[in-house]
């Protein structure tokens, strides 16, 4: 099992690095648009809609991610996505989710748990255009954030784990493991700090390198957010994993609940 997760994350890997570095303006939209549209239409199974109403659903979300570019270039203008989108998925993740995990609801109406999957998806997709519009590296040094606390969490959580971070909605995950990963960021925080002076060549940044630490262990704790809100989802809906394209880790979802919390935060502090 371990060794079908490490081919398939390297197999990603090639294939984010080769659009992240080579694909132009334009094609970098696509990619992320595609990326968006298999996750929402992950998202729409996990709400349980016919192959359909999904269908338009992931339509739907993708055509508010590529409005921006549809009514102006914005990428020679400015910032690809307004702030007022960034600070809205701020608050979604750092006030509603935390209380949606606290108190486990099960909603009720589709529609609210749809807009929910919009309001994750979006902001985040329109993250990794604005950040890779600042360098592709700045965007490669956030995501590394993310592979750092999952990498660091997965193998200190096996090896030390004894008390349960949230039992009920992802056993497998461990306060040790939270620690674990909290101690390699600020680890990886310290050294970007460090390099601060040779981080000029990737544009300017609102963060100080005396910020980058805890600026990257704020966007630690929001990944793990990311990570149990889409683990509680996942419980809910009856299923381990978001889908089945990806060998050894399920599907698009399950490879960016990290990420889609800590993307739009990461555009708040590194540019706004």
């Not at 749809?114 to 998806?121: N, Q, W, Y």
């Amino acid at each position: 099992m371990l060794k079908t997760r490490v081919m398939t994350a390297a197999v990603l890997l090639a294939v984010f690095l080769s659009g992240l570095f080579l694909l132009p303006k334009n094609g970098w939209i696509a990619f992320c648009a595609v990326l968006l549209g298999v996750a929402a239409w992950e998202w729409g199974a996990l709400a349980a809609l016919a192959a359909f109403i999904r269908t338009l659903y992931a339509a739907l979300v993708v055509g508010l991610f590529v409005l921006p570019e549809v009514l102006a270039d914005s990428w020679a203008r400015g910032p690809y996505a307004p702030a007022w989108i960034y600070y809205a998925a701020a608050s979604f993740w750092l006030v509603l989710v935390p209380v949606w995990i606290w108190r486990q609801p099960r909603l009720g109406s589709r529609a609210l748990l749809l807009a929910a999957g919009a309001t994750a998806l979006v902001p985040a997709a329109a993250a990794l255009v604005d950040l890779r519009g600042v360098h592709p590296s700045l965007l490669l040094a956030v995501l590394g954030t993310v592979w750092i606390s999952d990498t660091a969490a997965y193998f200190i959580g096996r090896r030390f784990g004894r008390h349960k971070l949230a039992p009920s909605i992802s056993p497998g995950k461990t306060w040790e493991g939270v620690a674990g990963a909290l101690a390699a960021v600020g680890l990886y925080a310290l050294a970007w700090a460090y390099l601060g002076s040779v981080l000029a060549w990737i544009g300017p940044m609102k963060v100080a390198p005396a910020w980058v630490l805890p600026v990257l262990l704020g966007l630690a704790v929001a990944g793990i957010i990311g990570d149990l809100f889409e683990s509680l989802i996942k419980r809910q809906a009856g299923v381990k994993d978001s889908g089945t394209l990806l060998p050894g880790h399920g599907g698009i979802l399950d490879r960016i609940d990290a990420p889609l919390a800590m993307l739009p935060l990461a555009v708040l502090a590194f540019m706004r």
